[in-house]
């Protein structure tokens, strides 16, 4: 082979070369592009999955404060007083009203605990359903708190 034809099978083979590269480069930034895509993309689904939810999750926080605030005075006021009565009162239009729309298992699960024990009020004496009813009451807080953490995906709660 003369040198002339050796350079032409080079000139070929660079620009052959060069064209490969140039493919192997947009096929990269194709990719890369892709790619930060579908990163928006589940994002901005991340998103709206969270605006979706924050009603809910707010309501569930407010619900789940007023039944603890309920069951917490139900276990520390004086057994039959009149703040006794009203939390009571509260303690049952939750029982049966709006927390069941939003509770968890474990947290129904302390509610019908709780509730046991304020229907067996007449059965104990008033430091024996004290004691169950603070018991209780701490279940449901903690039911509650553990509820929240998993609603809302963050360990706030239960750190």
Known sequence: MKLDDVLKVIAVLGALGSYLWGVYQWKEQQRAQLAQIERETLRTAEQRKIEA?????????????????????????????????????????????????????????????????LLKLEKYDKLKLKDMLEQRALALSNAARKSLDASWGIKVWTN
């Not at 004086?78 to 069941?100: A, N, P, Q, S, V």
């Not at 939003?102 to 019908?112: D, F, I, L």
Request: zero cysteines; aromatic letters at 14%; charged letters at 25%.
């Open 53 to 117: 939810q924050k009603p809910f999750l707010e309501r569930q926080l407010a619900l789940y404060t007023a039944a603890v605030s309920a069951v917490s005075g139900l276990a520390t006021f004086d057994i039959g007083t009149e703040e006794w009565h009203l939390e009571e009162k509260k303690f049952w239009r939750l029982y049966w009203g709006e927390l069941t729309m939003v509770e968890n298992p474990a947290v129904e699960a302390a509610m019908v605990e709780f509730g046991k024990a």
